[in-house]
């Protein structure tokens, strides 16, 4: 999955309001992978979570893909890519996948972090992974970007981009579109059936 979510010097407390992730959002994405030779990567497509542990990730473009996560199962669907050809989606079971644990984690706030220590660094709020979490995560670093000094915004919504820095020194920069926040989703948004014409692999 591509997403998911978000280096100086480290502060050892940051105090932030609480519900700074909202119990559910939906937000429209735009998403530029830069990999370490400078080649950029665009991707579109939408997000919707909701806590705990529930994500629907879909890209839309420029490959259709489609991520679903609740707390029992996972689905990962990829249309064919050759008329005439099947659908595919993997099924298994949910495990502690990076992005659904770091948002769970930082729905109440960001003090007290086991996963990452916190820095304010003019409109940027900076969070460091410990060696652990960044072997979990797959990401050094995530930086969150505003328009105004970062310890005045208490909330998710109000950055307006994040940038990850991946393991491997690639980077990814996120812009959340159109941010709506606890909103009810309709049931069986975090579910996935399969058509008749889609190869199942359960893993």
């Given at each position: 999955?591509?997403?998911f979510l978000i280096s100086l010097i480290l502060i050892?407390?940051?105090?932030?309001?609480?519900?700074?992730?909202?119990?559910?959002?939906?937000?429209?994405?735009?998403?530029n992978l830069v990999s370490i030779?400078?080649?950029v990567k665009k991707s579109f497509g939408k997000v919707?979570?909701?806590?705990?542990?529930?994500?629907?990730?879909?890209?839309?473009?420029p490959v259709s893909s489609l991520f679903v996560v609740n707390?029992?199962?996972t689905w990962f669907y990829q249309p064919a890519?050759?008329?005439?050809e099947k659908d595919q989606v993997t099924v298994q079971k949910s495990s502690n996948l990076p992005l659904v644990k770091f948002l769970d984690s930082v729905k109440n706030g960001l003090e007290n972090s086991k996963l990452f220590t916190s820095q304010y660094v003019g409109n940027d709020l900076i969070l460091t992974f410990n060696k652990n979490s960044q072997k979990e995560m797959?990401?050094?670093?995530?930086?969150l970007h505003?328009?105004?000094?970062?310890?005045?915004?208490?909330?998710?919504?109000?950055?307006?981009?994040?940038?990850?820095?991946?393991?491997?020194?690639?980077?990814?920069?996120?812009?959340?579109?159109?941010?709506k926040e606890n909103i009810s989703f309709p049931e069986g948004n975090f579910e996935f059936t399969p058509s008749a014409n889609t190869k199942v692999i359960t893993n």
């Open positions: 999955m591509k997403l050892p407390s940051v105090t932030i309001a609480k519900a700074f992730v909202p119990g559910s959002f939906s937000a429209n994405y735009e998403e030779t400078g080649k919707d979570y909701q806590f705990p542990g529930h994500l629907r990730f879909e890209v839309t473009s707390p029992k199962k890519f050759v008329k005439g797959g990401f050094i670093e995530v930086t505003g328009s105004k000094d970062a310890k005045e915004v208490k909330e998710l919504k109000g950055f307006e981009n994040i940038t990850l820095k991946h393991l491997n020194k690639n980077k990814t920069n996120i812009k959340l579109i159109d941010l």
